[in-house]
């Protein structure tokens, strides 16, 4: 492999070196934005996060990220410290900080904080949690659509590790993302218990034959929001949408494939597992749910 490329890559921006960051209540430089190495996240990836977009001065879908981080902090059974108005307050001031207008992305991270003793159980964290936001200068920036292998790492049933928690611990999709990239490929794409086609180790995945929208019943991948929203997009403009059961053989049949993401909203895959998928251009219902996508986020931020 020779160029590497992640569905998260944005545009150099040299402002990014010197951001400010949230940090349990404190805004501080990039350089002094540290935590302890007993902080149970560090340790054990022990806490849940989000992922935001800010476009035209409005943080995207806030309502639905934050419904999503308070749900995974209850059922991990973390108690935030702060309000949902206190969170997205926390957003705020990190945004005014760092005087972003459009175009940043945030990582929004609860950990179960710092432990008293370098072991696993919950009740040695009783600092309470550590509360971090990272904000960033971000464009998305994709040279050429992304290239996916299939890998043997599997999403996994939701009474082990539910793949629906947006979990600090992320070694399965980052064991796929190895997987994958040793392939020759960017990103993994990951199959369910079942054998079939799932989502990838970082997006959700999408298939599109004869006009078809296809994604996973949704059963074993992240509750992505960009997902839901595309899915709600092409209901409302008659594009055949389905959420089903498929395999690699529709897969590598499809006409298109793209990732959802709230990074790189829809990014155009070109090949899975050696199998050309269109012709190295995003395909025309690609095409036509990118530009419906662009205009809800128009609407949404107006
Ligand atoms: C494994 C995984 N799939 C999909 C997504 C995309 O979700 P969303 O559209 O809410 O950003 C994420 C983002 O956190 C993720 O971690």
């Not at 972003?100 to 179960?112: E, F, G, K």
């Amino acid at each position: 492999m020779t160029d590497h490329q992640t569905t998260h890559q944005a545009e150099e921006d040299a402002r990014n070196e010197s951001i400010r960051i949230w940090l349990n209540g404190k805004i501080v430089p990039k350089a002094e934005a540290l935590v302890s190495v007993y902080d149970s996240g560090f340790m054990l990836g022990d806490g849940v996060w989000e992922g935001l977009r800010l476009y035209n001065g409005t943080w995207a879908f806030i309502d639905e990220h934050l419904d999503r981080l308070f749900e995974a902090a209850k059922a991990i059974d973390l108690d935030i410290g702060m309000t949902r108005a206190e969170v997205f307050q926390a957003v705020l001031e990190t945004q005014r900080a760092n005087e972003m207008t459009s175009d940043a992305h945030a990582r929004l991270m609860v950990t179960r904080g710092v432990k008293s003793r370098p072991f696993q159980h919950p009740s040695l964290s009783k600092q309470g949690p550590t509360v971090t936001i990272i904000m960033e200068h971000s464009k998305p920036q994709f040279g050429r659509p992304i290239r996916l292998a299939t890998v043997p790492h599997m999403r996994g049933l939701p009474m082990t590790q539910d793949p629906k928690l947006n979990s600090h611990s992320k070694l399965n999709c980052i064991l796929a993302c190895i997987a994958a990239e040793k392939a020759g490929a960017d990103e993994g794409l990951m199959l369910d218990v079942h054998g079939f086609v799932n989502t990838t180790n970082a997006c959700n995945f999408f298939i599109v034959r004869k006009g078809e929208v296809w994604t996973s019943t949704g059963d074993y991948c992240m509750n992505g929001i960009t997902r839901q929203k595309v899915i709600d997009l092409c209901r409302a403009n008659q594009i055949p949408v389905y959420e089903r059961n498929y395999s690699l053989v529709d897969t590598y049949g499809a006409d298109e494939a793209f990732l959802t993401g709230t990074f790189g909203a829809q990014t155009p895959v070109s090949e899975i597992d050696g199998r050309l998928i269109g012709n190295d251009q995003p395909g025309p219902v690609t095409k036509t749910i990118q530009g419906l996508y662009k205009a809800l986020i128009e609407r949404e931020t107006a």
